[in-house]
């Protein structure tokens, strides 16, 4: 309690000074300044710049004190498509909101951005809007800052090309939210990003990923949308990441999936909604995962769980309509599959207490012969498939075994 | 030939038979989207039907009609009617009741509650299927005399369609697994109108399981308009086929 009466008290005479310090310039025409490059250079540490309506054809903007600048509607800042930084940012508790930047052209030697923060922390990038820039917003060797209620859209064609909306490399604790994220390569890439926070954004039609995360560990991404993105999440590389509530939305195409999951353990997947993906999940080398209360809703294979997967608890999730429910290469399974509730369950309940007497398992015969011959797809909902899958059904004899839900629910399980 | 669709259509009205397929259609086609509230899934339990009851159904009945109607027919063959009217009328006669069931008993139902363009397949999928099996129906109890023999041939073609000819293409794709067969393939399932009828509704619903690799040789093929039509020709040409080989053989025929 004593420490903590210190700490305010440290903070209070360190911040009041400044705040009371601190100069307001204007930059356009009437301005202070006519330029926001003058602005900076003029500027003391905590300054306030704001900018007024106008186009800024400035690049190169290097910010190496900690200011706060913030734009007027209708101040624009053009990069002309040179592949060039808009803003380089190298000091800490730097705040840029409400600027529209566009046009950072496209470089294979550099990836430039219109905001780059290079070993700064407590930043905070607000409000603005970034239009057809190579790379949105990149942050390299950054922690603690908040990346807020922006808007980052491109119309790449090709994936080689593409830079991303949101990067980040070797940082931490970042806060990502409430971003619209579009027609980039991936909507936010993660690189070696530690205990970071990814909520409430909404990532459509990427080129590649909504979300990327690549060798990042404790990370969590909360109530996101990814919608047709050629690919929604991938997770890989990583430990100890939770993904909650998120919605995976109709990420199709021949190679597309919802979420791939590949080297990565002791994750939680909780209460997300997977609805009309070729691949709900996709999960390889998946280790210690809890994946429970999702919604599996009308997607090519629900669960496509290779033989590599160890230890996971796939528990209390709905399978509706899927075509295929789960998917597996091997004939052995290490994975609880417990208390789901399955679409394609016949069986019966006796004793009424919600949990259906007869195991089910959710493999079926014809995913494998699809697995196998690829070309037998075409006799999906064949009556003949029918039959041999009644038949495999009652006598298992090529599906696995030991992959069964023993104790599957009769009704759907509800959301509170 | 109006007037003996007409006295056909009423004749079969009254049938005890019809009324009761009628109830089970109706039983199926409503009772499914009361239980089923995901319009799509209800589609599929209604391929099912399509797929499997009603082609049963049309080929048994059709062709017990035709053999229970044998004096009647005759009766008319000994009036001033050409054969030709005579056949198309029976055939015109027993497609309308058909017709007829499956849009009342599933039809309306699909309209009112997935007006969509898989619903509006599996409509006219199903339709075209009334014509192909009736005209089989047709050609079968036109060739073989004997009730019994006829009823147990028809059976047979059935289960051939529904069950023996997918199995047969299931071991070719098995033998023939390492070579690219998606082509061949999808040429052989033209030989079988439950296979048209069946790819051409799933193309429009389950493209997802359909996508990958060798199943987007089909869905470019079904997906697009010309494959779309292409099927509808194939099922056309797989109603007027056995309907043209039976009418040839009607009009030839010592009654």
Known sequence: MKNL?????????????????????????????????????????????????????????????PLQL????????????EAEDIFLITSDSVEISGFLLQNVGVSFLYECAAIRLRGANYAKLQDNRIEGCYFG??????????????????????EVNAGNAIHAWKSKKLHIHNNVLTGHRDGIYFEFVDDSLIECNNSYGNLRYGLHFMFSNRDAYLRNIFRDNAAGVAVMFSHNIEMTANDFLHNWGGASYGLLLKEISDGQIRQNHFIRNTVGILAEGANRLVMSENQFTRNGTAIDIKGNCLDNQITANNFLANTFEVVTNSKHSNNE?????????????????????????????????????????????????DLLEIGEKTFPQLIPLELTDSMPRIRPYSYD | MFNISKIIVQDLWKNKAVIAYGILMLTFGWGIFAIEYQSEKAILSLLRVILFVQPL????????????SQEFLLLLAAQPIKRKTLFLGVFAGLST???????????????????????????????????????????????VNDKARGMGFALLVWSFFA???????????????????????????????IDIARIFVISKTEASALLGLSGAVFQNFFGALQGAIAAIFMLLVWASLPFALAYRKFVRKDL
Not at chain 1, 48 to 56: M, Q
Request: with cysteine; net charge negative.
């Open chain 1, 337 to 385: 599959f417990k208390a789901n509730y399955w679409s394609g369950y016949l069986g019966y309940d006796l004793d009424r207490n919600g949990v259906g007497d007869v195991p089910y398992r959710p493999v079926d015969l014809f995913a494998k012969i699809t697995h196998e011959i690829p070309a037998a797809t075409m006799l999906l909902h064949s009556n003949i498939i």
């Open chain 1, 137 to 158: 917003i990149y942050l390299e060797r950054v922690s603690n800052t908040d990346v807020g209620n922006n808007y980052i859209k491109n119309s790449f064609a090709e």
């Open chain 2, 163 to 193: 069950f023996i000819y997918d199995g047969l293409l299931l071991l070719f794709m098995y033998q023939f697994a390492e070579y690219p067969i998606e082509r061949p393939v999808l040429g052989l399932t033209f030989l079988n109108p």
């Open chain 2, 97 to 143: 009741v058909f017709t007829l069931i499956f849009l009342l008993s599933i039809g309306v139902p699909v309209l009112v509650f997935s007006p969509t363009v898989e619903g509006l397949a599996l409509l006219l999928a199903g339709g075209l299927l009334i014509f192909v099996f009736t005209a089989i129906a047709l050609l079968v109890s036109v060739h």
């Open chain 1, 5 to 65: 009466f210190l700490f305010i008290l440290l903070g209070l005479s360190c911040g009041m000074p400044t705040q009371l310090l601190s100069a307001k310039w204007h930059v356009g025409p009437g301005g202070d300044f006519l330029t926001i490059a003058a602005a900076i250079a003029a500027a003391a540490p905590h300054d306030h710049i704001v900018v007024h309506n106008g186009h800024y054809f400035e690049r190169q903007l290097l910010i190496d004190k």
């Open chain 1, 70 to 81: 913030t734009a007027e509607p209708g101040a624009v800042i053009d990069a002309k498509n």
């Open chain 2, 57 to 68: 159904i049309t080929l048994l009945f059709a062709g017990m009609y035709y053999y229970n």
